[in-house]
């Protein structure tokens, strides 16, 4: 059976390829681990093995978890990437270190005004709808530059860039497509002025479709882990 150390073997080992093949730094290209459905023990062994990026999809299974392992919070890194609503911001603002999925200004204003002071402004990425009807998370393009404005403006925040869950696609060059969008829709807020630098995108089954697209965090859930028990669906909380 596969240990968690040769699983983040692979998966590095995938990054590095990816890298290589897209011509890309490998410092460019993050593993960000994500432990929804994990025990904290997971995390503990992750951390034990040179991963300090954690990924969580649930906003109070992400607090016992963090309650759990608050004797390394100096050296862990959570990321929020599941829906977040409204009765949830102020937790959120004060636990976490990143927001991948915001999608409505209501919620980043939120973040912002509840956002700690003595802490750094929460690092945000807005996430952007890459399958239309399919899915219910995620701004639209044709929204994206207002929100991205709006978001950019907020004192606690400090927006880096977008993230994407698109529909699984079985081969490369689909799986491509939608990680292109994304990465077009950055290029385009850059274009407008905006100081981003991060494209949230790829996961277990497309992470080399995602960073030769320019995917600067991989989130990777199966793949670092193990299999999940089939709990919940993506977009549903
Ligand atoms: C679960 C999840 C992942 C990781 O998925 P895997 O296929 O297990 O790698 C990445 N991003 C989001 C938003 C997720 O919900």
């Known amino acids: 059976m596969a240990t968690l150390e040769h699983r983040l073997r692979d998966v590095h080992a ?7 093949q897209a011509g890309r730094p490998r410092s460019a290209v993050q593993l960000l681990c994500v ?9 503990r062994a992750a951390l034990a093995a040179g991963e300090h990026h954690f990924g969580e999809n649930y906003v109070q299974e992400a607090l016992d978890k963090m309650a759990a392992l608050a004797d390394l919070r100096a050296n862990l890194v959570w990321h929020l990437i599941g829906p977040l609503q409204s009765n949830k911001t102020r937790v959120v603002a004060e636990q976490f270190d990143w927001v991948h999925s915001v999608d409505r200004l209501k919620i980043a204003e939120r973040l912002s005004a509840q956002r700690p002071s003595h802490l750094p402004p929460l690092q945000v990425c807005l996430q952007l709808n890459v399958s239309g009807e399919a899915s219910k998370s995620g ?4 929204e994206l530059p207002e929100l991205a404005r709006a978001v950019a403006a907020l004192p606690g925040l400090r927006l880096r860039g977008l993230m994407s869950i698109p529909e699984p696609a079985a081969d490369l060059e689909s799986q491509r497509r939608p990680h292109h969008v994304l990465a077009q829709a950055l290029s385009d807020l850059r ?30 859930g199966s793949a670092v882990f193990g299999a999940r028990p089939a709990k919940q669906t993506m977009d549903a909380q």
């Open 14 to 20: 995938r990054i590095d390829s990816a890298c290589i």
């Open 35 to 43: 432990s929804k459905t994990q025990p904290a023990d997971a995390v």
């Open 139 to 142: 701004v639209a393009l044709a």
């Open 191 to 220: 274009d407008g002025g905006l100081a981003l630098d991060t494209l949230s995108m790829g996961m277990s089954a497309d992470l080399e479709a995602a960073v030769l697209e320019g995917s600067s965090w991989v989130r990777i």
